[in-house]
């Protein structure tokens, strides 16, 4: 007899519906599973058997073939499970064809009958265009936010057996989940967990001095722009990266799904606040490899940190001490806001739209800079210089030094303008990009700049002589104009960019010289 069963198999962050279609007939008994399953996939052989030995269901001494169609779509990890299972049940007789009819399942079997979660029940759910699907208790959440299918969970096999038979109720969701949820639609409408409030982000009132490193953040916020820092240790650097997140607008909902989506498939639990709103935050460390950092392997592709800090903030502290092909594998994903992973058997394209924001120390010693008591040689200088290409550094749109604050600066009981004083204007220069078409103003073509970014003769005069010199490129000219529409939008002026806005984007972006330290401040 021949079962079909619906579920979906998980590639890079998307889903891909599979047909589980079981056989079982008359012959030597033997179990095989065809459709180009991983190793993962193949042991669901005796994961299916003990789960139905234990549930007290049969399992049946004769041939079994297992086909996952597709043939031709590689199959990962242990979520076929379930289905797996169902589609045996089915052909044995032991379930009516009826009972699971237009229904799909999610989920891997433990040897005692147990469902257990899988990573990217999201994406699987979303995949499968069922009008009811079973999932794992620990993946309601995540399977109701896609909006559409009925949800349905049990925890075990004997359960779900029990349901479809309707010898029991299904369980409710609620004694399943730990807090009541509605849906998020692929349009972005529905909300998410209900009073669920944004975690506690650090405030940027608790950053003493550093006006410049304040308005810098600001800028980037409200623009997009991409940030490096760079300071002696303890001048603040880390304290203001952290904050950025705080002065950011809430994402609307079909980015809140999108980002979702990502650390599902990653099999990561939903950042803290996400549902509510609130950007996420990465921080990977500088020992991190370029699969970390852009996503890939070999079975499994999985997001890496760049896509993890999909509609958020990537914040690389110690720039210069990530390895040399983990930072120049960056140049792309700035520019196309996706990473496009490529294997023998497969390729996926994966989000990557977020603001960068780097740190790190004028020069080996950290001393370095303006005021600095510099320890290095010139060689250790000249080397260290050398481990930020001009090509990466080219695609910050902001270079800001930052020095440590003075003693009267720490002791002052005045603290500066709060998070939300300054998310107000972030929030209104926004708006102001939005309602030109666009998100934010870096990501304006640049094929539409002489139309969005109009310029003053004054302003355009000092970008021709800056470009006469060769102290800006090409790229660097579209980044200087970003910049600038974003200082006009935060000043609510709306009409051509003035020469005021033009200088102080040159001087946010005063290139590597304001990054490093001078050598020639080498003993």
Same mark, same amino acid.
């Given at each position: ?10 590639? +890079? ?21 065809? !459709? ?46 379930? #289905? ?13 064809? *009826?009972?699971?009819?237009?229904? @799909? ?41 896609? +909006? ?36 998020? !639609? ?7 967990? *209900? ?6 982000? #650090? ?29 002696? =240790? +303890? ?31 990653? +099999? ?56 040399? =092909? ?45 005021? @600095? ?12 210089? &050398? ?42 220069? &926004? ?81 590597? *010289? ?10």
């Amino acid at each position: 007899m021949i079962a079909s069963v619906s579920s979906a198999t998980l590639l +890079g962050v998307e889903g891909r519906r599979v047909l589980v279609e079981v056989h079982v007939s008359n012959g030597l008994p033997g179990f095989t599973i065809v !459709g180009l399953p991983d190793a993962a996939c193949r042991e669901a052989r005796d994961r299916v058997r003990a789960a139905l030995l234990s549930s007290g269901l049969p399992w049946p001494l004769r041939r079994v073939t297992v086909n996952l169609a597709p043939s031709g779509l590689r199959k990962a990890g242990s979520g076929l499970d379930l #289905p797996i299972a169902v589609g045996l049940l089915l052909a044995v007789g032991e379930l009516d064809a *009826r009972t699971v009819a237009d229904c @799909g399942f999610i989920g891997e079997l433990g040897l005692d009958g147990t469902i257990r979660s899988v990573p990217g029940v999201l994406p699987l759910v979303a995949a499968i265009r069922s009008s009811a699907i079973v999932v794992p208790p620990a993946g309601v959440i995540e399977a109701t936010l896609v +909006g559409g299918p009925a949800v349905r969970s049990v925890r075990t096999l004997s359960e779900l057996v029990g349901a479809l038979r309707g010898q029991v109720p299904w369980p409710a969701l609620a004694s399943l989940t730990p807090a009541r949820h509605e849906a998020i !639609g692929e349009d972005g409408s529905g909300g998410g967990l *209900r009073g669920e409030a944004p975690s506690r982000v #650090p405030d940027l009132s608790d950053v003493r001095g550093q006006a410049i490193g304040r308005a810098a953040v600001e800028v980037a916020a409200a623009g997009g722009h991409h940030l490096v820092l760079s300071g002696p =240790p +303890g001048s603040g650097k880390t304290m203001l990266a952290e904050r950025i997140v705080g002065v950011l607008p809430p994402l609307p909902r079909f980015e809140v799904l999108e980002t979702c989506r990502v650390h599902s498939a990653a +099999g990561l639990p939903l950042p803290e606040g996400v549902l509510a709103g609130q950007p996420p935050f990465r921080a990977p460390h500088h020992s991190a490899s370029a699969v970390a950092l852009l996503g890939g392997g070999s079975s499994w592709l999985r997001p890496g940190e760049i896509s993890l800090a999909t509609n958020g903030v990537l914040f690389l502290d110690e720039l210069p001490e990530f390895p040399v =092909p983990v930072r120049e594998s960056l140049r792309q994903p700035l520019e196309e806001r996706v990473v496009r992973i490529a294997r023998a058997r497969a390729s996926v394209c994966l989000p990557a739209a977020f603001l960068l924001v780097a740190a790190m120390n004028p020069c080996p010693c950290g001393e370095g800079g303006r005021g @600095g008591a510099c320890s290095c040689s010139a060689a250790q200088l000249e080397r260290y210089a &050398r481990r930020l290409s001009g090509p990466l550094l080219d695609r910050f749109d902001l270079h800001v030094a930052v020095s440590r604050p003075r003693a009267h600066e720490l002791f002052s009981t005045s603290k500066g303008e709060e998070s939300e004083v300054v998310a107000s204007r972030v929030a209104a220069a &926004r708006a102001l990009s939005r309602s030109r078409g666009f998100a934010t103003n870096a990501r304006v073509p640049s094929h539409r700049l002489d139309e969005i970014v109009k310029l003053e003769s004054k302003a355009r005069a000092m970008l021709e002589r800056r470009l006469a010199s060769s102290e800006l490129s090409a790229r660097g000219l579209d980044r200087i104009r970003r910049v600038a529409r974003t200082l006009a939008d935060l000043q609510g002026e709306e009409g051509p960019v003035r020469a005021e806005a033009v200088a102080t984007a040159l001087e946010l972006r005063p290139g590597r *010289r304001a990054l490093l330290a001078d050598p020639g401040c080498a003993a």
